[in-house]
């Protein structure tokens, strides 16, 4: 099913974890970045239009400037984002680079979707980006961004995002096949959830274990994230982003992950 529903999909928002852009000593691993750039623009070929939401700017910083990693202060986060955004963008632009194709960052935050006037222009952008075909990469302005107006993890920017645009799917990226009835990195028995049509349900039948080093949201603000795009009756889908040719292999139905569907959409399948 999750084959057949990226194959109808036009409009497609990708977001990737930090714990699928970095290798284990927390540096960009950028193996994945000419693996993943590869892919979309195997979809892009297709006819598909791809968005990404892309996390690492502090792991980023921290491969960069080799110190800060421990500190707490808040300039000092909002900082090390300042340097590895750049870093990060530099990977996507190399990687795309070599298709020819271009990237543009958008960097968000909270006010960007409440402010009526901010949320034509971010959406203006978008479009105009997309329809030249530029693929556009967001993240959250981190620099500028402090507790009170922040959206605070980018599952829900990657959902936000999905339904600015009205985009067909949203397909988060992590470091595990998608959600399981309890944490899979502590219980070698759990079992993978492969569709979720009730989410109340799925929150009352499973357990939610911490998230790894580098990840921020853990798996309740995917959870929410899917929450979110299926109210505009948008589907979502939860995989491994650290498996080779992911994209691939899901579109080819050869690999597994979590399906959220909305509850309009179910009829047809
Ligand atoms: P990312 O950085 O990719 O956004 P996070 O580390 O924030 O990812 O969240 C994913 C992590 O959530 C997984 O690596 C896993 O260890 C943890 N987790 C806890 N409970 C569950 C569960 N029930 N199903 C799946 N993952 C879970």
């Not at 970095?22 to 000419?34: H, I, M, R, S, V």
């Not at 800060?68 to 870093?87: F, M, P, S, T």
């Not at 080093?213 to 589907?235: C, D, H, L, Q, W």
């Not at 979502?236 to 292999?249: F, P, Q, R, T, V």
């Amino acid at each position: 099913m999750i084959s057949e529903i990226i194959k109808e999909s036009k409009k497609i928002v990708i977001k990737l974890g930090s714990n699928t852009l970095a290798n284990e000593d927390g540096t960009l691993n950028k193996d994945f970045f000419q693996k993943f750039c590869e892919q979309v623009q195997g979809l892009m070929t297709q006819g598909k239009q791809i968005v990404i939401v892309s996390s690492g700017a502090t792991i980023s910083g921290v491969a960069t400037i080799g110190k800060w990693a421990r500190k707490k202060d808040i300039h000092y986060k909002q900082a090390l984002c300042a340097i590895g955004q750049v870093e990060l963008m530099d990977a996507y632009r190399r990687a795309f680079g070599k298709y020819g194709i271009n990237i543009g960052q958008m960097l968000l935050t909270r006010d960007d979707f409440t402010d009526p006037n901010r949320t034509l222009n971010i959406r203006n952008t978008l479009f105009t980006l997309i329809d030249e075909g530029v693929v556009p990469i967001i993240n959250e302005n981190d620099t500028v961004s402090v507790e009170e107006i922040k959206i605070g993890d980018n599952d829900t920017l990657a959902a936000l995002a999905t339904n600015l645009w009205n985009a067909d799917l949203l397909i988060l990226f992590s470091d595990i096949d998608g959600v399981y009835d309890k944490n899979p990195k502590k219980f070698k028995d759990a079992s993978l959830i492969e569709k979720v049509t009730d989410i109340n349900e799925l929150l009352k039948n499973i357990e939610i274990g911490n998230t790894n080093s580098f990840g921020t949201g853990g798996i309740a603000t995917k959870i929410e994230a899917a929450r979110k795009v299926n109210e505009y009756n948008i589907p979502m889908i939860l995989a491994n982003g650290k498996k080779e040719d992911i994209l691939l292999k899901l579109l080819e139905g050869t690999e597994k992950g979590t399906l959220f569907l909305p509850e309009r959409r179910m009829k047809k399948w």
